[in-house]
């Protein structure tokens, strides 16, 4: 299955400043998603990011907040925008892998980000 | 609303017995399900899926079952080691839906105890 790089692994960043974060993937994939797990709740979808056209985003979330870039099909980046204290969350980005029955979606280890 | 559940934020098992983790769904357009793995600091690791169309998946010691008339799900580790020890995503799709947005639960933290 693919290998997810991801960094930053973890910031502190005041309010109000924008974090880009980038996920390279060791092969070419052509969907990337974008997630984000605030403390004691779950994995949430942000967008998907498409090769070559704009991100899809989930309901809740909108591109002036998190724009996402996709310049190739190794990888992307998304910024948190403007930043607040309710951004505090870890962010995932992650691929489509495998194949059949055990189709999945493999995760890069998650930049984990604390807006003060 | 909460989409998937799993309903026991914790688990604790002895090395070498069973560990049952449990998940339950409410959207009956739910047709493909995953389990992920997840040790703190890093990302969840895919363990193991299944599609509506099965009741049982089987991947070494992970056992996946899937009961729809329930909304049911489960996942078995035969025998826990304590390696196992990490917190565990139940997740959901619907692969007809033109998304591919994973909807996961809150997860349940298994403690294997040596």
């Known amino acids: 299955s693919a290998v997810i790089s991801q960094k930053p692994s973890r910031d502190i960043c005041q309010r109000g400043t924008s974090l880009t974060i980038q996920c390279q993937v060791d092969?070419?994939?052509?969907?990337m998603f974008w997630y984000r797990q605030q403390p004691g709740q779950s994995l949430t979808l942000i967008a998907t990011?498409?090769?070559?056209?704009?991100?899809?985003?989930e309901s809740g979330f909108v591109i002036d907040k998190f724009p996402i870039s996709r310049p190739n099909l190794t990888f992307s980046t998304l910024t948190v925008s403007n930043m607040s204290p309710e951004d505090s969350s870890i962010y995932l980005c992650?691929?489509?892998?495998?194949?059949?029955?055990?189709?999945?979606?493999?995760f890069g280890s998650g930049t984990r980000l604390t807006v003060v | 609303d909460q989409q998937v559940k799993q309903n026991s934020p914790s688990l604790s098992v002895q090395e070498g017995r069973i560990s049952i983790l449990n998940c339950d769904y409410t959207?009956?357009?739910?047709?493909?399900f995953l389990w992920y793995k997840k040790y703190p600091a890093e990302g969840p690791t895919f363990l193991i899926s299944i599609s509506s169309i099965k009741d049982k998946n089987e991947d070494g010691r992970f056992t996946v079952f899937l009961n729809k008339s329930a909304k049911h799900l489960s996942l078995h580790i035969v025998p826990s080691q304590p390696g196992d020890s990490a917190v565990y995503f139940c997740?959901?799709?619907?692969?007809?839906?033109?998304?591919?947005?994973?909807?996961f639960g809150k997860g349940t933290k298994l403690s294997v105890i040596p």
């Open positions: 997740a959901a799709l619907e692969t007809g839906a033109g998304s591919y947005q994973l909807t």
């Open positions: 092969s070419q994939v052509t969907m």
């Open positions: 959207n009956s357009m739910f047709d493909y």
């Open positions: 992650s691929v489509g892998a495998g194949q059949g029955i055990n189709y999945g979606y493999t």
């Open positions: 990011a498409n090769q070559g056209s704009e991100a899809t985003y």
